[in-house]
């Protein structure tokens, strides 16, 4: 991932800065070390003992080397440690090698990542022993006096203190510097109003760096100087075109707090010449406000202005959101497709497959996933293949799917992780073989998980594809009910649970229909486009005895899903009120399609009902 590689780079580059020296010292050593070990002892030709001191500066010249290399990569784990998230052992490898090395130079890289960890305390050991080291206090310890002070809320005179600091700081540090005064900004209130104007003005020192455009976006925002604040978005919308974490966590709080603030930016701007991911954020801001209409039309004119594919995939998904024909969004994607780099080309194919299958069109599913070719994406890829497979009922192929993802060095793609693949591995498993067996393996699964430390992340999906397999093929709805519950209790705001419990309790003998109504509606509340969801609520409203309330909610489901148990609800409801002719239609179309055919056939055979032979699909 682009990300990824970014942080890796950082993490050497963090490492190489502090052993700048040693780096240097290690090259003229390699070449010239003729001059490096007569450094160490002079030596007189001819003589033994002169050659024995010749071999002893030399042995200890490559132990030298040896402890700088050793120094270099065990940093250098400490700063992955930390982009791993594993926050506790990179600081302690930053404290030991203080003190092994003594070296300002990581003592300062301690503070620095103490403090943007919050971990306060150890910072104040880490500078108390850098103190010890070093009783004369050089730059680097006078830096990290000033954080302290500012960390500790000593923050008075830190404005006045800010120019000189910097003006004694290297590139690389002036960056840190801005980037942890953004920081510490969110967490003393205070701050911006001591400091702030100082802040705004070093940064206009250093416009050609994003750091420093970071501080002065939060810090002005806190001050409520907009004009500054837009400014500074101005300068860091040029400095960083792909939007960085930094700048993407710093654009969020924006949002989040000072929403004014982005819409003037947008407003203020002329975001035809801004990069395709600042144009996608305008888009964003605008849905985030509540203007669909709004950003559609401002989508549309970028596009005219400028098309490119990241806009091209932005209008497809605007367009699933306003429910827009499937074919135009597959327009917008095939536009992103054919002028797109390889991973625009890939995330494209992705959204196209995840829509197509949605809409069980899954012959143009198939094509788009054919059409994913990054690397970054393999894993999406194949997740996305089982997952159709299994839809379409070939169990065996989707669990060969599942069986490649799992054998793949990278678990985790753009979109999906392992937690979706065991989905699709419990959805295809219920798709193939013999019910009982796939029961006996979903019991063994459900012991297996409740025995480990996690397992309470995998039970809710073995539960709910438990108790499908009891409702659908074993008849079993008692059973399916209780292990729904247990289902709801681990993900209590599943529109999926609360609608499968609700409509496996209407096939109990004596059912509770109140409850199951009330189940039906909190799933409806939450996805009220399900065309599953509507069919529970249109059956359930036919069930308390309301065939009028129900009509609309089948309508739109046969209309979203046209299978064989819809269509007998949807039929049934049209009969009652005296709509046959319609609903004839409707249960002969029934009879063509995929689903439970069985359950159509006992409804017009419970009706009465004799409809001309047509040719039934396999249940």
Do not use: C
């Amino acid at each position: 991932m682009f990300f990824g590689n970014i942080r890796i780079r950082s993490s050497v580059a963090a490492v190489l800065v502090l052993f700048a020296a040693h780096a240097h010292a290690l090259g003229e050593a390699a070449k010239h070390p003729q001059q490096y070990v007569r450094s160490v002892t002079p030596v007189t030709a001819g003589s033994n003992l002169d050659r024995s001191n010749e071999q002893l500066s030399e042995y200890e010249r490559r132990i030298g080397i040896v402890d700088r290399a050793n120094g270099l990569f065990t940093l250098l784990g400490g700063e992955m440690a930390l982009q791993k998230g594993e926050t506790g052992t990179a600081l302690a490898t930053y404290i030991v090698m203080l003190d092994r090395t003594k070296d300002a130079a990581v003592a300062e890289r301690a503070m620095e990542m103490a403090i943007s960890l919050r971990a306060y305390r150890q910072a104040e050991q880490i500078f108390q022993k850098w103190r010890e080291i070093e009783p004369e206090p050089g730059e680097a310890q006078r830096r990290m006096a000033w954080m302290r002070n500012l960390v500790t809320g000593q923050n008075d005179s830190t404005g006045r203190e800010l120019k000189d600091i910097l003006d004694h700081a290297g590139e690389e540090r002036v960056r840190r510097i801005f980037l942890m005064l953004a920081q510490l900004s969110l967490q003393q209130s205070d701050l911006a109003q001591k400091a702030g104007k100082d802040i705004h003005k070093a940064a206009q020192k250093y416009k050609s760096m994003p750091e420093a455009a970071i501080a002065d976006v939060i810090f002005s925002a806190q001050r409520d100087r907009e004009r500054d604040a837009v400014a500074a978005l101005q300068r860091l919308s040029k400095l960083d075109t792909r939007i960085l974490p930094p700048t993407e966590v710093t654009l969020r709080l924006v949002a989040r707090h000072n929403p004014k603030i982005l819409s003037r930016f947008f407003d203020e701007t002329d975001t035809v010449k801004l990069s395709p991911v600042w144009q996608e954020l305008e888009i964003s801001s605008l849905l985030a406000q509540g203007q669909p209409d709004k950003a559609y039309q401002r989508l549309q004119t970028l596009l005219n202005e400028n098309p490119n594919a990241d806009l091209y995939i932005q209008a497809a998904i605007l367009s699933v959101t306003r429910q827009e024909d499937i074919s135009v969004v597959g327009n917008y994607l095939e536009k992103a497709y054919r002028v797109g780099t390889s991973e625009q080309k890939s995330r494209a194919a992705v959204i196209g497959a995840m829509r197509y299958a949605e809409a069980k069109k899954f012959k143009e599913a198939k094509a788009w996933v054919e059409k994913i070719i990054s690397p970054e994406y393999a894993f999406d890829k194949i997740v996305l293949n089982a997952s159709i497979e299994a839809e379409r009922g070939n169990g065996r192929n989707a669990l060969d799917e599942v069986r490649r993802a799992r054998q793949l060095p990278d678990k985790e793609g753009r979109f999906f992780n392992m937690g979706d693949i065991q989905r699709v591995y419990l959805f295809a498993l219920s798709k193939h073989g013999n019910p009982k067996e796939v029961l006996e393996e979903l019991n063994s699964l459900a012991t297996t998980v409740e025995q480990q430390p996690n397992g309470r992340e995998y039970l809710p999906d073995i539960l709910y594809q438990r108790a499908m397999l009891y409702a659908d093929q074993l008849k079993s709805p008692e059973k399916a009910i209780v292990d729904l519950r247990r289902y709801l209790a681990l993900s209590p705001n599943s529109a999926a649970g609360l609608n499968a419990l609700g409509y496996t309790m209407l096939s109990l003998p004596n059912y509770n229909i109140n409850e199951a109504f009330r189940l039906i509606q909190a799933a409806y509340q939450q996805e009220p486009e399900s065309a599953a969801i509507n069919d529970s609520l249109g059956w359930v409203y036919y069930l308390k005895g309301d065939a009028e309330a129900a009509l609309p909610y089948l309508e739109y489901a046969f209309e979203q899903y046209p299978d064989a148990e819809v269509s007998a609800h949807l039929g049934e409801v049209l009969w009652k009120l005296g709509q046959k002719d319609k609903a004839r239609k409707v249960w002969q179309e029934g009879l063509t399609k995929e689903g439970d055919t069985a359950l159509l056939k006992k409804t017009l055979q419970r009706l009465g009902v004799t409809l001309p032979k047509t040719t039934v699909r396999k249940k």
